[in-house]
C-alpha cells in the first residue's frame, strides 16, 4: 500500500476508517469498551455524548495518542494501531481540544508544520508547500495573519489556523475534538461546513465531537451516539425520519422537542 495519495488498496476492509472493538482508558479505568465503528469516502460524521461519555478518549485512541488496550484501528484495510506517531500522521490527522503553546512561532509556519510527516528528516517544506498553506489562510478568511505571531493571536482564530495545519497535512482520516468550541457563531457554520465539503469533495473520512447536536444536525452525514464509553445508536440523517432522530437523541438528551425545517432538524430542551 502507499503511503500517501489516492491509498488504493485491493481487497480492502468496508470504509476508510474502521475501528474494530477498541479498549481504551486509564490504568484500571476502562473509558471507551468494545466500540466499533465505520466511516466511509466523503462521509462527515459527529460523535455526540454527555460529558464524561468518553468521546474525547475514543478519539485519542483512535489517533493513538492513548494506546489501546484491546481492538485496532484500520485506514482503507491498513492497520495503522501500531503505527508510530510520525508514521500514523500520513493516515490518521487530529485536532485537540487544547494544543500546545507555540511561542515565537509565525501563524504561516504553524500551519506548515501539517507537512512535517510527508517531508524527509531535515527538510524544509517547499515553495509549493509554502503556497498552499497561504491559501488554505485564505479559505479560513486570515491571509492576514499569515506573519503575526501564533501565540498573539485570538483563540478563535487559532483554531482555523490549526485547521489550516490539519488541512495541509492531507491524511485521508480527520478527527476532530470539539474544533469550534473558541469560535463565534457565524465562524461555527463556515468552519463546519468547509469541512464537510472537504471531506466530500476529497473522499476523505470525517469524525467530529461536538458539545451542540444542532449543529451535527447540520453538517454530519451521520452521528453516533456515545454513553459510557459504548456506541448506543447511530443515525444516518439522509434516511431516518424525524421521530427516529427523536428517539435516538432522547437515549443522551433526555426530554427533547424536534423541529424540522426544509429538510432540517433543529433540537430543543423540551
Not at 475501528?19 to 466511509?40: C, D, F, M, P, Q
Request: overall charge neutral; aromatic content about 6%; charged content about 25%.
Amino acid at each position: 500500500m502507499r503511503e500517501s495519495g489516492g491509498l488504493d488498496r485491493p481487497g480492502a476492509a468496508k470504509g476508510l476508517l474502521n475501528l474494530e472493538n477498541a479498549w481504551a482508558g486509564y490504568g484500571n479505568r476502562k473509558v471507551v469498551r468494545g466500540v466499533s465503528l465505520t466511516i466511509e469516502r466523503g462521509e462527515f460524521c459527529a460523535l455526540l455524548g454527555l460529558n464524561g461519555s468518553g468521546k474525547t478518549t475514543l478519539l485519542k485512541a483512535l489517533c493513538g495518542l492513548l494506546p489501546m488496550e484491546e481492538g485496532r484501528c484500520l485506514v482503507d484495510g491498513l492497520d495503522c494501531t501500531g503505527f508510530n506517531e510520525y508514521k500514523r500522521a500520513r493516515y490518521i490527522s487530529y485536532i485537540p481540544q487544547r494544543y500546545s503553546k507555540m511561542q515565537g512561532v509565525t501563524v504561516l509556519d504553524a500551519v506548515l508544520m501539517g507537512r512535517n510527516p510527508h517531508l524527509a528528516l531535515f527538510a524544509s517544506p517547499t515553495v509549493a508547500d509554502r503556497q498552499q498553506a497561504k491559501n488554505l489562510l485564505d479559505k479560513m478568511g486570515i491571509p492576514q495573519l499569515a506573519h503575526e505571531d501564533f501565540a498573539r493571536i485570538s483563540e478563535g482564530q487559532k483554531q482555523l489556523v490549526i485547521l489550516a495545519r490539519t488541512l495541509l497535512q492531507d491524511a485521508p482520516v480527520m478527527l476532530m475534538d470539539e474544533p469550534d468550541s473558541a469560535l463565534d457563531f457565524l465562524n461555527r457554520h463556515k468552519m463546519l461546513s468547509r469541512v464537510r465539503q472537504l471531506i466530500q469533495d476529497e473522499g476523505k473520512a470525517g469524525l467530529v465531537t461536538l458539545h451542540d447536536p444542532n449543529f451535527a444536525l447540520a453538517y454530519c452525514h451521520r452521528i453516533f451516539l456515545l454513553q459510557e464509553g459504548q456506541i448506543i445508536g447511530q443515525l444516518s440523517l439522509a434516511e431516518a425520519p424525524k421521530e427516529e432522530i427523536w428517539r435516538c437523541l432522547t437515549k443522551i438528551y433526555g426530554d427533547i422537542v424536534m423541529l424540522e425545517h426544509e429538510g432540517k432538524y433543529m433540537m430543543l430542551q423540551a
